[in-house]
């Protein structure tokens, strides 16, 4: 099974920058779309932003629209996540999960059957 590493997460100043990282391993990214999702204390979780597997189409949460920049690099096995003018309500556990199909299938967490582990993000000053 396809594993997901996230890391870049910290804490940050309202107004700041993050660059969240998901890396892949054991599989290539190749054949995968992969999400980004997040959960806030005391929230569910929710989705973010998603790209599909050859990187021509990305999707994004109205919340985050215009500040935040999925991207990705197949021959690194790696998926980003830039973070601009970070706002405390942007503050929760950010997770990378992965599904195996061309396109971004929403939101939808039970169709991702890959997830890592989180990377915890704090917007606060």
């Known amino acids: 099974q396809l594993q997901l590493v996230e890391s870049g997460g910290g804490l940050v100043q309202p107004g700041g920058s993050l660059r969240l990282s998901c890396a892949a391993s054991?599989?290539?990214?190749?054949?995968?779309?992969i999400g980004w999702f997040r959960q806030a204390p005391g929230k569910e979780r929710e989705g973010v932003s998603c790209?599909?597997?050859?990187?021509?189409?990305?999707n994004y949460a109205e919340s985050v629209k215009g500040r935040f920049t999925i991207s990705r690099d197949n021959a690194k096995n790696m998926v980003y996540l830039q973070m601009n003018s970070l706002k405390p309500e942007d503050t929760g556990v950010y997770y990378c999960a992965a599904v195996r199909l061309p396109y971004c299938p929403g939101y939808d967490e039970k169709r991702f059957a890959s997830w890592g582990q989180g990377t915890q993000v704090t917007v606060s000053s």
């Open positions: 054991r599989f290539t990214l190749n054949y995968y779309t």
């Open positions: 790209i599909s597997s050859s990187g021509g189409s990305t």
